[in-house]
């Protein structure tokens, strides 16, 4: 195996590790409580990018409920749930970035 050969190798390993542990640590959308019949589960959503009802987050959230109940299930309540603040690393933006997420609590059918 000449050098570039090996070196292309190398670096698809590299995007496919990478590709796989950033899917793996997203928070994006989680189960916060769950039951064996019931749950809450909470997205990301930014107010400039659609809101909670235009996050791209919200279909990953309902696919999740459709896998924890196969047939079907009534969401209880929805709304606005406490999200995480993180400070600004980037010099001249001072102050505390909130992430807002939003809840779906839920029942099986």
Request: one cysteine or more; hydrophobic letters at 35%.
């Amino acid at each position: 195996m000449d050098l570039s050969c090996r070196s292309s190798a190398i670096k698809a390993v590299l995007a496919v590790a990478l590709l796989c542990v950033s899917a793996g640590c997203s928070d994006a959308v989680t189960m916060v409580r769950e039951t064996p019949t019931s749950g809450v589960v909470s997205y990301l959503f930014k107010e400039a990018r659609g809101g909670p009802m235009g996050s791209l987050h919200r279909k990953d959230a309902l696919k999740m409920m459709e896998k924890k109940c196969p047939s079907g299930y009534v969401v209880l309540k929805e709304g606005e749930v406490q999200g995480y603040g993180s400070m600004s690393s980037v010099e001249g933006q001072e102050g505390e970035a909130t992430g807002r997420r939003w809840g779906m609590q839920f029942i099986c059918k």
